[in-house]
């Protein structure tokens, strides 16, 4: 291995450095995200089919979506879905709650 | 003291390494290297209201513990270095506020304890001071809410990352009674490899080790195999693989007899450390623990201590700033 400059190194280093699994994260992503914005279409049909109107029917989803998010972050299992998941978990509107239950938390 | 070739100190009077005390927390404990730390937490929190808080406890629980151990009056130790990695080196200052002792707060970011060493080697053997106290600790939780998310947000982590160690390493240096003697000091110099990603430490590390390992061996005349063992720290499994690539690309074999503080502290596979441990905790953890009981046990008797530094702060990776390195060694023998 020859470094002489600090291109070869950043080459060399490239080479040297294992690739994060991008497929498989977007597969997991994809899986995770899909589930989350299922589980809030359920919630909004279901508020629907109640009799609620749309606009309020929306504003359930979020709540329910945000307070279900804050409450297994409580729980500390959100990380481990947001490890798992990445951006699939972050993308929805989940992560807003995260920045709410993080700034709860003095940080 | 006399300079060898370029950089290299040798003591006149080696340098007594009397005492050390080391204490990590949970994620530590379950590792490999458990039995040899004197404290292992359950609880990161050590009971504290934050984690800045629980670090200075850290700090201060291991230096107490490092002096009542080197059986040396507290009013007898005439200067402290210690530091870590938070800003302003807050957990070391605030830690250490009621211990008494004239206080340097001293950031090398992971090499700050090799750093404090070298300082209190030269203070002992420049007559300055009799007894010295050398302290630095990290905390996993503090360290990645600094310099990179907040752990709640559940960010995915590279496979090149390394894993903050929650721990604190201290130890007494006295120009008096018995211990490893520290013999030869190797204060590096900045080297800047052009590394951007503050998720590949190692990589950015690297450089700077090889440039401080190789001058050791030219300045002293000495061979990787004099050395029982070389131990760099914190270089991770891809900074370790690319100081060997390095060394061996200017004639130097030290595949056989080095290993990393970062790479010995975790298990890789069973802890999902990715590239393995970091932070000014971790070569002061396994120094003070592991490397000082096998000298203890004679299993030891010449062993090359390097730590290494990314000398960046959360600023400059936004800003997209390159990692300057840094890697400082000493020379400890039986």
Redesign the interface.
Known sequence: ???ES??D??K??DK?????PILK?CFNAFLVGGIICSIGQIIFEFCKMRGLEESSSYTVVSILLVFLSAFL?ALNI??????FA?AG??VPITRFC?FY??SG??? | MKKVGNQSFLLSNPVKIVSTASIVGPKEKEGPLCEFFDQALEDEFWGEKSWEKAESKFIKETVNMAIAKSKIAQTDIELCFAGDLLNQCISSSFGLREINIPFFGIFGACSTFVEGMILASMAIDGDFATNVVCASSSHFCSAEKQFRFPLELGNQRPPSSQWTVTGSGSAVLSKNGTGPKITILTPGKIVDMGIKDANNMGAAMAGAAADTLLTHFKDTGRKPSDYDAIFSGDLGYIGKDILIDLAASKGYNIRANYNDCGVLIFDKEKQDTHSGGSGCGCIASVFSGYIYQMFQEKKYKKVLLMATGALMNSTSSQQGESIPGIAHAISIEA
């Open positions: 291995m020859k470094v600090k291109e190194y950043q060399y280093v040297k450095t294992p690739n994060s994260n972050t959100f990380n481990r879905i947001g490890k990445g978990s972050l995260k239950s993080i938390n003095g940080i």
